[in-house]
């Protein structure tokens, strides 16, 4: 469903994405073409456990069909590793219509209720064609899994490589919306193409964060990720290999619970109550009926924290077409639930609330739980069980935001709750950069077009233009009662004008306009200024830099432009007139993340 014209085009949201192509003609190759192509048995051995091997008619019956065509065909296979009750081989299995084998082979540990789940360190290898591929000395946490591959390669080929480098059109790419809108940057040293791996060693940290959750800015956080910004706004051949590579490191974190009655990512209908217990997985809650997934023992992964995750997997994808990029995300989609409380007031069972004031979601949490989900929703298959399991929670979740903020009366200046007042100054405190990941996620879930029930897309409508308010609100004029766009971007900034506040009921008090805001923002922290236009210029807490919390707000304000809510184009024009708004874009060069662009300018 591509909008006419592409960005800057009138919104026409209902008009097709992708025009309709015609399959190429020929015959599909099938799972007989490749047991033949397959002589020699494939196998994946780990030393002291056993080996998983496939020949012959093993190539007749995979685990799943993925892809068929006469161009290229693709299945999955699996088989547990000897006799281990926990450790699994995996193959993604695509042959070419040139006879070329390509095989992605990974070892995965983990289920969510098998008991004696331990960290696995030995030596993995990985034959094929008669030749072993890979020896590698792996500690394979629990919940955890990697490709088997090292150095350049991203595959393994049954004869030569013919390491290609692909380049999507980005900017047919970004009209689809699929992904956000990113600004043309520069190439600096600095930018995001220098800063990605070169090679894959299995477990390796790639650009995440050494530590996921630690304060201040990072390259995974974001909508999508600074690398798979960087795929659309730089040429360079690097990136192609780099972004893969980054999405197979995303194996190291213990997020892979999969469910061993279907052995795929878990359906929420299926699991209600249940909630991880996990040392990898950060602030999990409680089951309202006492069902936990097991703990495993030995190494413990790196911790993954729902407050500050990244999208992982949604970019590689849509980019590669593989099935092991696409469970990433859907295993991705599933962990903001597992860790929630499942009582009513919580997640409330299988619907898989995200609120944004319960346990340690916060605003930002919220946020990203919720990009995780829609990403999961996107990148699913339409016959996929999962499809259905991913939309009715984000159905669940829109009506639950628009029933609280958009049915009846609430904030009038589009804040969400947010998850504690904080400081007891007789206004209520918080951050809004949080606030404004909340925004950008709702607009860009809106561009997705998931939400495909019966009423869903009116109420995503509905709440994304009360939401909106929030950013749209802080990008006025000098006026009394407006709030002065030059200082939009602080740390903290009010809520309400009390520490009493009726949340639930929507009650407020409030304030009665972004006057009295902009004052009262003023008086708990100076914005360095008098309320005047002066030079234009833009006053935040830490400047216009890519890593500021004005970069923070771009997204939500780029979204509230594209989707023509009252007042975001002017907002928009002072915003990008002001004197260092050129500081901003060019900072973005090296970090091209929050530098979003309404895809469809208003007429």
């Known amino acids: 469903r591509r909008p006419a014209g592409g960005p800057g085009a009138a919104d026409t949201s209902a008009a097709p994405r992708c025009p309709a192509r015609s399959a190429p003609a020929g015959p599909t190759i099938t799972t007989d073409t490749l047991r033949a192509a397959l002589s020699q048995p494939v196998t994946l051995s780990v030393s002291g456990v ?10 007749l019956a995979p685990f799943a069909t993925w892809a068929t065509g006469p161009v290229m065909s693709s299945w999955v296979y ?12 995996w193959l993604e299995v695509r042959i070419w219509e040139n006879g070329a084998v390509e095989i992605l082979p990974w070892v995965e540990n983990g289920y969510l209720f098998v008991t004696g789940g331990r960290s696995v360190n030995g030596t993995y290898a990985f034959t094929m064609g008669g030749t072993v591929r890979e020896t590698l000395s792996i500690d394979l946490p629990h919940h955890c899994r990697t490709p088997l591959v090292s150095g350049t390669k991203l595959s393994h080929w049954l004869g030569t490589d013919p390491d290609l480098t692909v380049k999507h059109d980005a900017a047919y790419m970004m009209a689809t919306e699929m992904v956000p809108t990113y600004g043309a940057v520069t190439a600096p040293s600095d930018h995001p193409v220098s800063r990605l791996p070169a090679t894959f060693a299995p477990l390796q940290r790639g650009g995440y964060a050494s530590v996921m959750g630690a304060a201040g800015a990072s390259e995974d956080i974001g909508l999508l990720p600074d690398w798979d910004a960087a795929y659309l706004t730089s040429s360079a051949p690097a990136v192609w290999a780099g972004l893969q590579r980054n999405a197979y490191s995303a194996g190291r974190f213990g997020i892979h619970w999969r469910d061993e009655a279907t052995n795929r990512p878990i359906r929420f209908s299926q699991h209600p109550h249940l909630v991880l217990s996990s040392p990898g997985v950060g602030s999990t809650g409680n089951s309202q009926t006492g069902t936990f997934a097991v703990q495993g023992t030995g190494t413990v992964p790196p911790i993954w924290t729902n407050s500050h995750h990244p999208a992982v997997g949604y970019m590689a994808a849509l980019v590669t077409g593989r099935f092991f990029h696409v469970e990433t995300t859907q295993f991705a989609g599933t962990i903001p639930y597992l860790v929630n409380t499942s009582a009513p007031t919580h997640r409330d069972g299988s619907k898989g609330l995200i609120r944004s004031y319960w346990g340690a979601n916060m605003t930002r949490g919220a946020a990203w739980g919720l990009r995780s989900l829609v990403n999961a929703v996107a990148i699913t298959p339409d016959g996929d069980p999962l499809k259905a399991e991913f939309l009715a ?6 009506n639950y935001y628009h029933d609280r903020y958009v049915a009846r009366a609430h904030n009038p200046q589009g804040f969400i709750t947010p998850f504690s007042d904080q400081d007891a100054t007789g206004v209520w405190i918080a951050q809004w950069w949080m606030d404004d990941f909340f925004t950008a996620m709702t607009g860009y879930a809106r561009a997705l077009r998931i939400s495909t029930l019966p009423g869903d897309e009116a109420k995503l409508s509905a709440f994304f233009e009360w939401k909106a308010r929030s950013i749209v609100g802080r990008t006025g004029t000098a006026a009394a009662d407006e709030f002065l766009y030059r200082d939009l971007a602080q740390y903290f900034g009010p809520y309400a004008p009390s520490d009493s506040v009726d949340w639930n009921g929507g009650t407020g008090p409030w304030f009665a306009n972004w006057g009295q805001i902009w004052a009262a923002s003023n008086a708990y922290q100076s914005h360095g200024g008098a309320k005047e236009i002066g030079t234009g210029a833009l006053r935040g807490d830490n400047g216009v ?10 997204p939500a304000l780029a979204y509230a432009v594209r989707w023509n809510v009252p007042g975001a184009l002017e907002g928009w024009r002072r915003v990008t007139s002001a004197p260092n708004w050129g500081s901003f874009v060019a900072d973005s060069s090296g970090w091209p993340v929050f530098n979003i662009q309404p895809s469809v300018m208003p007429s």
């Open 50 to 59: 056993g080996s998983a091997s496939w020949s012959g008619a093993d190539w």
């Open 78 to 89: 699996r088989k547990p590793v000897g006799s281990d009750q926990h450790l699994v081989a």
């Open 393 to 398: 929670s984000w159905s669940a979740n829109l």
């Open 545 to 554: 830099s890519n890593g500021s919390y004005f970069a923070n707000a771009v």
